[in-house]
């Protein structure tokens, strides 16, 4: 293959017409996505003035395409730029109508928008709706929680949720489907002490529903724990046929966990632990016991012994 041998002077003159070619391609490119152009992109819509006698549904998706004018820098970044702003349609006029046409809203859409970001048109030009009986309906708040206690501290108490039940107003159809609604989770780490503080409702994802409020009080009693053990009595249950029933022991120890509040004040009166006699009619040999009934902020340990050995005598 034959090199070709360039000299010095004829290197630089090469050099000079690829610099000036670049440059020229750098300016037309400039030229051209400075000129105004027409180009499609997909809004997401919302809603505004929406009407209060009548509940309703979008028989559409929640975006359109939308025709808007621009220059070619626009045109190459409205993906990004565009997505950010939604569309608001403006519904009072559902009050009377079942379908809001898009077209005849446009210049009032554009006043809410950059100057240099009009839209011409949209496709589809025409929202239809389904119409239903507006219902309203108290549920109950559901908080969604995601924290993390230091060592030994664990919820003391009820949680408080003020107000506890929130109002939904929107179609009966949808709303008599929904029993509760969440909370934002609330994550918290190394918690060891009283939380307290306002919590947002989770936003609501159809148009046509309205939740309020919009948020709700939060308090959760925090509190050391330590373990506390007590000799509680053992009751028998399910002796209908009134056998004479001996277990042994009658007494059992149970290792529980409590707040440091509450250590002194509880005692066996606040524990029920039972053993079940119909699982001797069952094949049983020997009974589990059962812990009936104890305070909601304690958690158990350990149950000694944890089996009951009985006699019956009929």
């Known amino acids: 293959?034959?090199?070709?041998?360039?000299?010095?002077?004829?290197?630089?003159?090469?050099?000079?017409?690829f610099t000036c070619l670049l440059l020229?391609?750098?300016?037309?490119?400039?030229?051209?996505?400075?000129?105004?152009?027409?180009?499609?992109?997909?809004?997401?819509?919302?809603?505004?003035?929406?009407?209060?006698?009548r509940a309703f549904r979008t028989l559409q998706p929640d975006t359109v395409e939308a025709t808007m004018q621009g220059t070619g820098w626009q045109m190459v970044f409205s993906h990004v730029a565009d997505e950010k702003q939604p569309v608001t349609i403006d519904l009072h006029t559902l009050e009377q109508k079942d379908f809001i046409a898009l077209n005849t809203q446009i210049s009032q859409i554009n006043k809410t928008?950059?100057?240099?970001?009009?839209?011409?048109?949209?496709?589809p030009d025409t929202l239809y709706f389904d119409f239903t009986n507006r219902m309203v309906k108290k549920i109950r708040v559901e908080p969604v929680f995601n924290i993390n206690y230091q060592p030994q501290y664990a919820i003391?108490?009820?949680?408080?949720?003020?107000?506890?039940y929130v109002t939904?107003?929107?179609?009966?159809?949808?709303?008599?489907?929904?029993?509760?609604?969440k909370t934002d989770t609330l994550t918290l780490n190394g918690v060891n002490e009283l939380i307290k503080g306002t919590l947002q409702l989770q936003a609501v994802?159809?148009?046509?529903?309205?939740?309020?409020?919009?948020?709700?009080?939060?308090?959760?009693?925090?509190?050391?724990?330590?373990?506390?053990?007590?000799?509680?009595?053992?009751?028998?249950?399910?002796?209908?046929?009134?056998?004479?029933?001996?277990?042994?022991?009658?007494?059992?120890?149970?290792?529980?966990?409590?707040p440091l509040s509450r250590y002194t004040e509880l005692d066996e009166n606040f524990f029920e632990a039972t053993v079940d006699l119909?699982?001797?009619?069952?094949?049983?040999?020997?009974?589990?016991?059962?812990?009936?009934?104890?305070?909601?902020?304690?958690?158990i340990v350990n149950i000694t012994p944890r089996n009951i050995d009985f006699l019956v005598k009929k």
């Open 205 to 258: 994802k159809e148009g046509n529903i309205s939740v309020y409020p919009k948020s709700v009080q939060v308090q959760i009693p925090v509190e050391e724990f330590t373990e506390k053990t007590l000799k509680i009595s053992v009751r028998l249950i399910n002796n209908p046929h009134y056998y004479n029933v001996k277990i042994f022991p009658q007494h059992i120890s149970v290792t529980f966990t409590t």
């Open 278 to 299: 119909k699982l001797w009619e069952e094949g049983y040999t020997v009974l589990p016991v059962n812990i009936t009934r104890m305070p909601a902020y304690c958690k």
């Open 24 to 53: 020229a391609l750098i300016a037309w490119v400039f030229a051209m996505l400075s000129g105004t152009y027409s180009f499609t992109v997909k809004q997401t819509i919302t809603f505004k003035n929406v009407p209060q006698r």
């Open 113 to 123: 928008r950059d100057a240099t970001h009009k839209i011409l048109s949209f496709e």
């Open 168 to 181: 939904l107003n929107g179609p009966g159809n949808v709303i008599e489907k929904i029993s509760t609604w």
């Open 1 to 17: 293959m034959a090199i070709i041998k360039l000299s010095v002077s004829e290197q630089r003159r090469l050099s000079v017409f």
């Open 156 to 164: 003391s108490g009820k949680i408080t949720i003020k107000p506890a």
